[in-house]
């Protein structure tokens, strides 16, 4: 089966424009994450949907960012107006719904590499 | 709460040589731990996981086992190869959520 994509695997922009990253799950998976590591640092969680509802984003750092899954298939992520501090490399990844959270194996897109200047 | 510590990097090491990268966990309840490697120019990989204390997770040459009495999931490799170059992350879920918690990554680079 095709894994998870993300597009753009790349982007350069300047602060206080906008840029929106894509996400396509595996085909048939409900949980849809996204993640970020800043350079050097940790990766570190955003967001979390079920289909198409958010089920926890607690790791959202403003209100420049907004995530949609609309149709609870491909996941976009807005960063609006992006900062500097937000460079950095946006993972997205996706799993199975099971019964017993534990056993969940979350697969991991490439990456899109954001650099705002 | 939930955090992952592992050994800074860089790492170089010659061919075959043994390899151990270090990883101790915070955790509330019972987690779930994992190590996920990441090749140049690609995604994220599930290496091999633990679900339980005791419990060995092995794949490539690679082993980990979850040790709950020193909070570690330390990776080992008795012979590593060139192809083994990659950023190594641990990571845990806790089994009371669905967000995974990272380290900051090790760069291995293995040199014929």
């Known amino acids: 089966e095709a894994g998870v994509t993300q597009f753009p695997s790349h982007s350069v922009i300047e602060k206080g424009q906008t840029v929106t990253l894509r996400c396509d799950p595996i085909?048939?998976?409900?949980?849809l994450y996204w993640y970020r590591r800043v350079m050097g640092k940790e990766i570190k969680f955003l967001l979390h949907f079920v289909k198409e509802s958010k089920q926890d984003e607690s790791g959202m750092p403003n209100n420049r960012f907004l995530a949609e899954r609309t149709g609870g298939t491909y996941s976009t992520l807005k960063v609006q107006p992006a900062e500097l501090e937000d460079s950095g490399v946006y993972f997205c990844?996706?799993?199975?719904?099971?019964?017993?959270?534990?056993?969940?194996?979350?697969?991991f897109g490439p990456g899109t590499r954001l650099l705002v200047l | 709460g939930n955090s992952v510590t592992q050994m800074e990097g860089p790492v170089t090491l010659s061919e075959e040589a043994f390899l151990t990268i270090n990883c101790t966990y915070t955790?509330?309840?019972?987690?779930?731990l994992f190590w996920y490697v990441q090749y140049p120019g690609e995604g994220l990989q599930l290496l091999l996981k633990?679900?339980?204390?005791?419990d060995k997770g092995s794949n490539k040459g690679f082993e980990a086992t979850y040790r709950k009495e020193t909070t570690s999931f330390h990776l080992e490799k008795g012979s590593v190869q060139v192809s083994d170059s990659a950023v190594y992350f641990c990571?845990?879920?806790?089994?009371?959520?669905?967000?995974?918690?990272f380290g900051t990554g090790t760069s291995l680079t293995v040199i014929p």
């Open positions: 955790a509330t309840g019972y987690p779930s």
């Open positions: 990571a845990l879920k806790s089994n009371t959520g669905n967000q995974f918690y």
């Open positions: 085909s048939g998976h409900d949980n």
């Open positions: 633990a679900t339980k204390a005791d």
């Open positions: 990844a996706s799993s199975r719904r099971l019964a017993g959270a534990t056993q969940e194996t979350q697969y």
